[in-house]
């Protein structure tokens, strides 16, 4: 849905005030990069059929899809938070991630708001890295702000996909622009030297999970220079998520019907059965060796910039993905959340670090190699095999 200004005004938009914008994370997230999140809009225009957003348990208010609230006090309150005479603990390094859950950061109601973009202005004067994922391409809008935070402290631009089929696209996605033009963005964007990532998630189950799919997919994104590709499959919470999108599929893929109640046997969170996600990896699993392309954020894009602990857990979590992803068997996950436990810096209990939960011959021995080099040759290995 590309509304026009006046358009934008027809919707039903609540100007809410909001209490905090920065999310803080309890750890690192590994997949991000990021330590705090921020939403400035709850409710999304883009009215993906899939989004769970839709699901009660995000209290989303209004009906998904057309409904929008606007933290319209979002600047004031951010600006409040990022003040340093303000905080009681440092702000911690990593990317400040803009975008993700119930509502995209660049839908049509930025349009008129700019939130975003006044946000951006605010962490480009504080130095702040930057994270944003979307689907929308008036991204292009900031690029002023995105390269000056690029030059000071670093900028990635993702976009998330369920595939580059446009037609699948038109179904599932119809507020969003085509698969063609967010490529497009994303070679925008990889022109002014910015790292950007595709996000293929969700892939949508018999529909955009075939070989065939996923191959022209991951071809579309190797042929712009994506630098990573992160994936991940669908949930399909019961109420008005599964709802919504079961009505849409019955219209579409009248056959599909029996293969989702199958392997959508109403799990709490949504998930379909581990056999299916099993076979989706392997399948992306298989198709991505030809392709080379990093599947977790790789370390040039953050090496420099995370504290020595964070740095660690993450490549950990980095490499207990990459495992499990070519399914095998891995101890880091595990060591990776003992270790994100821990205040000291690593490198000052190096000495008892075998005696932290988790934590083996192997795993000290990458640990230390982290902290000597900023990474692991193990880990740089199967990052891009
Ligand atoms: S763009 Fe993201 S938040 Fe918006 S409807 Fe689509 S999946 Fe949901």
Same mark, same amino acid.
């Given at each position: !849905? ?94 400040? !991630? ?23 202005? +605010? ?9 944003? +994922? ?99 499959? !669908? ?5 008005? $998520? ?14 599909? !019907? ?84 821990? $205040? ?42």
């Amino acid at each position: !849905m590309n509304c026009s200004p006046s358009e934008v005004n027809a919707l039903a938009i609540k100007e809410i005030e909001a209490k905090t914008i920065l999310r803080k994370h309890k750890k690192i997230d590994s997949w991000f990069l990021s330590r705090y999140g921020m939403n400035l809009y709850r409710g999304c225009i883009h009215n993906c059929v899939y989004c769970d957003g839709r699901a009660e348990g995000y209290y989303v208010d209004g009906e998904f899809g057309s409904d929008v609230a606007v933290k319209i006090n979002a600047l004031e309150v951010l600006r409040r938070e990022l003040d340093p005479k303000r905080k009681q603990t440092p702000f911690k390094p990593g990317y400040v !991630m803009v975008g993700g859950g119930v509502g995209d950061s660049y839908q049509p109601v930025e349009e008129k708001y700019e939130l975003t973009r006044k946000t951006l202005s +605010l962490l480009s004067e504080k130095k702040l890295p930057v994270h944003i +994922l979307t689907k929308s391409t008036l991204v292009k809008r900031d690029v002023d702000i995105l390269e000056k935070i690029n030059e000071t402290s670093k900028a990635i631009v993702s976009f998330s996909f369920s595939s580059s089929d446009e037609k699948i696209n038109r179904i599932f996605e119809p507020g969003v622009p085509s698969p063609r033009k967010r490529l497009d963005t994303i070679s925008f964007f990889k022109d002014k030297g910015i790292a950007c990532g595709m996000f293929l998630l969700p892939v949508i189950p018999f529909i955009t999970d075939t070989n065939a799919v996923m191959d022209k997919t991951l071809q579309d994104a190797q042929d712009i220079g994506v630098d990573f590709i992160i994936f991940g499959g !669908m949930t399909l919470k019961e109420g008005k $998520q599964k709802e919504y999108f079961l009505n849409i599929l019955k219209r579409h893929y009248p056959k599909l !019907m029996s293969e989702y109640q199958m392997i959508y046997r109403g799990s709490k969170w949504g998930e379909a059965i581990h056999e299916y996600y099993d076979q989706l990896h392997l399948t992306f699993h298989s198709l991505m060796k030809q392709y080379k392309i990093p599947t977790r954020i790789p370390p040039e894009l953050f090496k420099e910039m995370l504290s020595e602990n964070d740095l660690v857990v993450v490549i950990l979590e980095h490499l207990d993905y990459l495992l499990k992803l070519e399914g095998k068997k891995s101890p880091f996950g595990y060591a990776a959340y003992s270790l994100s436990q821990i $205040q000291e810096p690593l490198s000052t209990i190096l000495h008892k670090v075998d005696t932290i939960k988790g934590v083996g011959k192997t795993t000290e021995k990458i640990i230390r190699e982290i902290l000597a080099t900023g990474s692991s040759t193990f880990y740089e290995h199967l990052l891009i095999r």
